[in-house]
């Protein structure tokens, strides 16, 4: 597929995968390497190793892969970097372009043998017609991540991407309404720990005054109709802006703590804004976290087992903790039976994160008229709460 003069497509689409290292992927994903016809040939990203055959067919119908000059890795990740050793076992004089903790990266994974050449930001490299040029983007996502530009085309890497298989091979080939879903899926999922850096990296883009026509990430469609609409949905997401929208997580044993959930989402409703229950063991994760991206505040509710939470609602604790979700209100809630626990552990592990703790609440056995009272009141004031920081 050519994207640019000289510019092809020449990865592989995965429309089988379903889980992506505990991402949940029901559309699939792609694995976007790029080849560059010029003076010199060269590759950007392979592909993951079960597909190589597909890059090396791609590869030898626009250049024979003999002739690869360069063999570009901006991620060392392997379902980027996954094809490279049998693809220098043929593309013998091909020298390899990475950053410095990349090269550390290639070299434990595939050997010390490696012909590398290590880049930073600024750093340029002429191929004929085109020059290209490397931006370091440590810890997006991963310390080694670099991004490749040339003539208005930046490849990213793993950032601006989507876990999504597909026929069309751009953003307007495709569903927008699908396309932004999971554009924020994979945001909320990967990179939202690294709100910070990414507002740094995009502030340095800005400074550097790169103009970009077409962003090619390594997952998912390219962006050629409107770059900016991604480029401004990552500034909206890393700034931490949010909608007037609860999102409720929850499990429960003997449905206490589901009662007790419904009513505080009656609450909230009441006062007009967005509510969404998930709970846990009919969910899954990475769509729940999807939904708390924009959301302003974050009820979770467990029963006591064992005087501690619940186990699906503790693995759901150290997650989104990890991801470090800005600007939200957190409120716990739960019953138990003779001894509590869970809401005490939940507090104190969102506390360890750093959260915005609103309010607590929690029942013994079932609850009673006046504490279902009291479950519908705290969804009502969290909701108003919510209001008045978008006010």
């Known amino acids: 597929m050519k994207i640019d003069e000289g510019i092809f497509w020449v990865g592989a689409i995965d429309w089988d995968i379903r889980d992506f290292h505990g991402y949940l992927t029901r559309r699939g994903t792609t694995y976007n390497a ?10 950007i990203d392979t592909v993951k190793y079960n597909f190589y055959e597909e890059l090396i067919k791609k590869i030898n119908e626009i250049t024979n892969v003999e002739e690869l000059d360069y063999i570009i890795i901006n991620h060392v990740e392997v379902d980027h970097s996954g094809s490279l050793s049998r693809i220098i076992e043929r593309a013998k004089r091909a020298k390899i372009i990475a950053s410095k903790r990349g090269e550390e990266g290639l070299r434990k994974y595939y ?5 590398i050449e290590v880049v930073k930001t600024g750093d340029q490299l002429n191929i004929g017609k085109r020059t290209l040029t490397f931006i370091e983007a440590p810890m997006l996502h991963w310390p080694d991540s ?12 793993d950032a601006f991407g989507q876990h999504l298989a597909s ?5 307007d080939e495709v569903d927008e309404e699908v396309l932004m879903e999971e554009a924020a899926k994979y945001y909320a999922n ?3 720990p690294l709100s910070d850096l990414i507002i740094r990296k995009l502030q340095e883009l800005e400074k550097i005054n790169l103009p970009i026509k077409i962003i090619a990430p390594s997952h998912g469609v390219i962006w050629r109709s409107n770059p900016s609409k991604i480029i401004n949905a990552y500034k909206k997401w890393s700034e931490g802006m949010v909608k007037e929208k609860l999102i409720l997580v929850y499990d429960t044993m003997w449905r206490s703590t589901e009662i007790m959930a419904r009513k505080i989402a009656e609450g909230a409703i009441s006062q007009g804004i967005e509510v969404k229950v998930f709970k846990l063991r009919a969910s899954d994760a990475t769509d ?3 939904e708390i991206l924009d959301a302003g505040a974050v009820v979770v509710g467990s029963p006591t087992i064992n005087n501690s939470m619940f186990p699906t609602v503790s693995a759901f604790m150290n997650y989104i903790v990890g991801l470090k979700p800005k600007r939200k209100i957190w409120a716990f809630f739960g019953s138990y039976g003779w001894g509590g626990g869970a809401v005490a552990q939940m ?12 309010e607590n609440l929690e029942v013994k056995y079932a609850p009673t008229d006046e ?10 004031r969290i909701a108003q709460e919510i209001k008045s920081i978008k006010a």
């Open 347 to 358: 507090m104190e592990v969102a506390k360890r994160g750093g959260f915005h703790i609103y």
């Open 34 to 43: 790029y080849l560059i016809k010029d003076e010199k040939k060269v590759l």
């Open 371 to 380: 504490e279902l009272r009291r479950c519908f009141d705290l969804g009502k």
């Open 190 to 192: 990967i990179l939202m």
């Open 146 to 157: 670099m991004f490749t530009y040339t003539d208005g085309i930046l490849m990213p890497n």
């Open 111 to 115: 050997g010390e043998n490696l012909n």
């Open 167 to 171: 026929s069309g091979r751009y953003d």
């Open 288 to 290: 729940i976290v999807t």
